[in-house]
């Protein structure tokens, strides 16, 4: 599904339970993350329905590099010639997107939180075992946020990922979290602001620690990599999230 102007000129593309976002800032767009594969012609026709081409892409940025947020990278690398930024501390992980980190066991999770079931399912159909892994990515950090479209600070915060990164933009009062916090997780289904379960974060310990990055922003839209836009402000969807804990 595509929603426009989830925050001012920010766009989001839903689908199997996974984000992407189409940042735009005057005759320029932005990606950020690439979803999974199936979503490649679901932002194309978003582009177009705005009114642009996918040649307009200047820039995709990868809050972090799962094969849920990698889905189209390497297509838009190689097809459009657009630079992929991501954190170096995500560099292996974009070149073998099933190769990662995680606390726990993920095969037992079906069995403890079934709810997930339907959500991997539609994560699998959409493309999630067929993500194509990428090199030579631009180094994503604070200088290279100041010159991307919608000019954002670009603010670490590792625990999922050692790389993640999550986006602020101060102007539109809003900061894209990517998988540092979301307010559905696909591996227990359960919904709410929360960091994602053990099974797929590398250190939830270090996750839960990065959530007051976040709230320093003070944004107050919150655009999660997995479930619906929080508006409530980051300082208390961090605050619901603390008190979740890890899972």
């Known amino acids: 599904m595509f929603h426009r102007n989830v925050a001012e000129k920010i766009h989001l593309i839903e689908h199997a339970n996974v984000n992407c976002y189409i940042v735009e800032d005057g005759d320029q767009i932005m990606l950020v993350d690439s979803g999974l594969p199936a ?19 200047s820039a995709l ?12 990278a390497a297509r838009v690398q190689h097809d459009l010639d657009v630079p992929v930024y991501a954190h170096p501390g995500d ?16 095969l037992a999770y079906p069995f403890k939180y ?14 999630a075992l ?12 604070a200088e290279a946020g100041l010159q991307l479209p919608g000019a954002p600070a670009v603010i670490h915060t590792p625990g999922h990922t050692e790389g993640h990164c999550a986006l602020h933009f101060p102007e539109r009062d809003t900061i894209i979290t990517g998988d ?10 359960k919904r709410g602001p929360h960091i994602v379960s053990a ?4 250190d939830t310990r270090q996750a839960l620690k990065s959530l007051e990055l976040l709230a320093e922003t003070g944004a107050g839209t919150a655009l999660p990599g997995h479930g619906e836009p929080y508006r409530g402000g980051i300082a208390s969807a961090v605050d619901e999230a603390v008190r979740r804990g890890a899972t």
């Open 39 to 57: 979503m490649w012609k679901m932002t194309v026709a978003a582009i177009r329905e705005l009114g642009r081409s996918p040649r307009d892409i």
């Open 130 to 141: 067929n993500v194509r892994g990428v090199t030579d990515l631009r180094v994503l950090g």
């Open 180 to 189: 540092a916090l979301v307010t559905l997780d696909p591996y227990t289904g």
């Open 199 to 202: 099974a797929a974060t590398a």
């Open 91 to 106: 560099s292996y992980i974009a070149e073998h997107p099933y190769r990662y980190k995680h606390e726990k066991n993920r």
């Open 114 to 127: 079934p709810a997930c079931i339907p959500i991997l399912t539609r994560m699998t159909l959409a493309g």
């Open 61 to 72: 940025v990868l809050t972090h590099a799962h094969f849920d947020h990698l889905g189209f």
